[in-house]
């Protein structure tokens, strides 16, 4: 069975940090690229960062390049995501994906092919 899950969120102050992981099982982990996803109520979700399956090739999004940071431990089939230097906008529910198809880019710009698959997401909260 094809597991993903996303947690590390929680009540951060603004201009803090966190780190979020995402952890796989039931398919080839180093083999599938990963990526972090985050979505507010009334708006579409947004690919903010992904990384290929052996860690080399990372992709950002305008909106958080500089300021977050993808990464992977293909040993621990654990993904994570170091945020700082958050604001109230970052609020959001945030979620991991992976795909044994698509590239790290591919995978941001447009969410998982018909082969790949959501987890199951973490609320991160950004408020004083």
């Known amino acids: 069975e094809v597991q993903l899950q996303a947690y590390g969120g929680g009540l951060v102050q603004p201009g803090g940090s966190v780190r979020l992981s995402c952890q796989g099982s039931?398919?080839?982990?180093?083999?599938?690229?990963l990526g972090w996803f985050r979505q507010v109520p009334g708006k579409e979700r947004e690919g903010l960062a992904c990384i290929s399956g052996g860690g080399s090739v990372a992709y950002y999004s305008d909106s958080v390049k500089g300021r977050f940071t993808v990464s992977r431990d293909n040993a621990q089939n654990t993904a994570y995501l170091q945020m700082n230097v958050l604001n109230p906008e970052d609020t959001a529910v945030y979620y991991c994906?992976?795909?044994?198809?698509?590239?790290?880019?591919?995978?941001?710009?447009?969410?998982?092919?018909?082969?790949?698959?959501w987890g199951q997401g973490t609320l991160v909260t950004i408020s004083s």
């Open positions: 039931g398919f080839r982990f180093g083999e599938a690229a």
């Open positions: 994906a992976a795909d044994p198809q698509r590239i790290s880019s591919l995978l941001c710009e447009e969410g998982p092919s018909g082969l790949g698959f």
